[in-house]
């Protein structure tokens, strides 16, 4: 009799490594291991191996770090999408690429259930489900976390010593983290105390601002219809230049935040995230924008902007909404082609010039000077109209005096 099969989301650390082991002991599963490449720095042939080692039937390694990049970062960053006008949605849009994956090697595999180790108060396990319903509703979902005895990684420490299952964790320091190619998030250890001022040593992608060079750093982004494709004036293909820009800022001291939240599911939390080549490009779109886009457009953006960081953040990927928002966005981006010029020091990331075949900004009409397009008389007539409903208020306070 062949044992029914489950599709474990599985990155080899010790949330995962544990519910391996539980679903064949518990359900009598065989268990097929999924873990999906986003840019995480790992040994994925350890990876493979211990999935192996752990009792996986098959173990798959995906690499989909060009896929993440192109259909899902650069989507999010036109938007100049910011969760709470901090977060930069690192995890959050990962997530549905890696349960859209999840979701290709069950039906591949003919299976009919999904695990995934996302705790029941985080709001990962909404992103994965939300998806998988969205993709493949027939699909059954396990949550672990959400129904066995467990009720802490130390728990989770206790069940890895007694059934063999090698981990890195020790109850003595405890960080859960997550990273891609786009950024880390640190949360837990003594960062779930708000009062406790982040330590150095949790920084894995950038160096504290102090530990930056003295003197600032200069590179110029080229986009072309809203989508990076050069540094310095070399182009390069997306996977290169987001590594090298990650690069360039965490050795400068960029993108490196630290915040509370407020989570889907109702609870406030506290997290580190590193983003230091993302912060880079957000902040070279945002001054190409400003040259390129007119008044009404960039205002109008801004409020999609907090519409489609709220769709992300919540998981809500696959939504006819996110596809509609992302079609205004992709409009607007026609012309956001040009060249931004960022100074990187000591943490700080500013913008300091830009240019674009497409500005909008033109130097013969802002001088003081005169010019043929500009009549400056023509400012008064304007201005009384402009202001009429004020005059008007004016004259009717003065009536009734």
């Given at each position: 009799?062949?044992?029914?099969k489950?599709?474990l989301?599985?990155?080899g650390g010790?949330?995962?490594?544990v519910?391996?082991?539980?679903l064949?002991?518990?359900y009598?599963?065989?268990?097929i291991?999924?873990?999906?490449?986003?840019?995480?720095?790992?040994?994925?042939?350890?990876?493979?191996k211990?999935?192996?080692?752990?009792?996986?039937?098959?173990a798959?390694?995906?690499?989909?770090?060009?896929?993440?990049?192109?259909?899902?970062?650069?989507?999010?960053?036109k938007?100049?999408?910011?969760?709470?006008?901090?977060?930069?949605?690192?995890?959050?849009?990962?997530?549905?690429l890696?349960?859209?994956?999840?979701?290709?090697?069950a039906?591949?595999?003919?299976?009919?259930?999904?695990?995934?180790?996302?705790?029941?108060?985080?709001n990962?396990?909404?992103?994965?489900?939300?998806?998988?319903?969205?993709?493949?509703?027939?699909?059954?979902i396990?949550?672990p976390?959400?129904?066995?005895?467990?009720?802490?990684?130390?728990?989770c420490?206790?069940?890895?010593?007694?059934?063999?299952?090698?981990?890195?964790q020790?109850?003595?320091?405890?960080?859960?983290?997550?990273?891609?190619?786009?950024?880390?998030?640190?949360?837990?250890?003594?960062?779930?105390?708000?009062?406790?001022?982040?330590?150095?040593?949790?920084?894995?992608?950038?160096?504290?601002?102090?530990?930056?060079?003295?003197?600032?750093?200069?590179?110029?982004?080229?986009?072309?219809?809203?989508i990076?494709?050069?540094?310095d004036?070399?182009k390069?293909?997306?996977l290169?230049?987001?590594t090298?820009?990650?690069?360039?800022?965490?050795?400068?001291?960029?993108?490196?935040?630290?915040?509370?939240?407020?989570?889907?599911?109702?609870?406030?939390?506290?997290?580190?995230?590193?983003?230091?080549?993302?912060?880079i490009?957000?902040?070279?779109?945002?001054?190409?924008?400003?040259?390129v886009?007119?008044?009404d457009?960039?205002?109008?953006?801004?409020?999609?902007?907090?519409?489609?960081a709220?769709?992300?953040?919540?998981?809500?990927?696959?939504?006819?909404l996110?596809?509609a928002?992302?079609?205004?966005?992709?409009?607007?981006?026609q012309?956001?082609?040009?060249?931004?010029?960022?100074?990187?020091?000591k943490?700080?990331?500013?913008?300091?010039?830009?240019?674009s075949?497409?500005?909008?900004?033109?130097?013969?009409?802002?001088?003081?000077?005169?010019?043929?397009?500009?009549?400056?008389?023509?400012?008064?007539g304007?201005i009384?109209?402009f202001t009429?409903?004020?005059?008007?208020?004016?004259?009717?306070?003065?009536?009734?005096?």
């Amino acid at each position: 009799m062949n044992k029914e099969k489950v599709v474990l989301a599985y990155s080899g650390g010790l949330d995962t490594s544990v519910i391996l082991t539980w679903l064949k002991e518990e359900y009598g599963y065989e268990v097929i291991a999924v873990c999906v490449d986003v840019g995480q720095e790992e040994d994925f042939e350890a990876v493979e191996k211990k999935a192996y080692a752990t009792g996986a039937s098959k173990a798959y390694i995906l690499d989909v770090k060009e896929e993440f990049i192109t259909d899902y970062i650069y989507p999010t960053l036109k938007a100049h999408a910011i969760y709470e006008n901090d977060y930069l949605l690192g995890t959050s849009f990962a997530r549905p690429l890696i349960a859209k994956k999840l979701v290709e090697i069950a039906e591949k595999e003919n299976a009919n259930v999904i695990a995934h180790g996302a705790t029941g108060k985080g709001n990962d396990q909404v992103r994965f489900e939300a998806t998988i319903h969205a993709l493949n509703p027939a699909i059954k979902i396990i949550a672990p976390w959400r129904i066995w005895n467990l009720k802490s990684r130390e728990d989770c420490i206790d069940y890895a010593i007694k059934h063999n299952i090698p981990i890195a964790q020790t109850k003595e320091k405890i960080y859960s983290r997550d990273q891609n190619i786009w950024h880390i998030s640190h949360e837990g250890g003594n960062l779930e105390d708000p009062w406790n001022e982040h330590k150095d040593d949790v920084l894995v992608m950038s160096l504290p601002p102090e530990q930056a060079k003295d003197n600032p750093t200069y590179v110029e982004i080229g986009f072309e219809k809203g989508i990076p494709v050069s540094v310095d004036g070399r182009k390069t293909d997306p996977l290169a230049l987001l590594t090298l820009l990650n690069e360039i800022g965490g050795e400068n001291g960029v993108g490196t935040i630290d915040i509370v939240e407020n989570r889907l599911v109702g609870m406030k939390s506290r997290g580190v995230y590193e983003t230091p080549g993302g912060t880079i490009l957000y902040e070279a779109h945002k001054a190409l924008e400003k040259l390129v886009l007119d008044r009404d457009t960039m205002n109008y953006k801004n409020t999609v902007a907090l519409k489609y960081a709220q769709l992300v953040y919540d998981g809500l990927w696959f939504t006819p909404l996110r596809e509609a928002l992302a079609a205004f966005v992709d409009s607007t981006q026609q012309y956001v082609t040009g060249i931004v010029r960022v100074k990187l020091y000591k943490g700080n990331c500013t913008a300091v010039a830009s240019k674009s075949p497409f500005s909008l900004y033109n130097e013969e009409f802002v001088t003081f000077g005169a010019d043929e397009v500009y009549n400056q008389k023509d400012a008064e007539g304007f201005i009384n109209l402009f202001t009429l409903p004020m005059t008007i208020r004016a004259i009717m306070k003065q009536n009734k005096k």
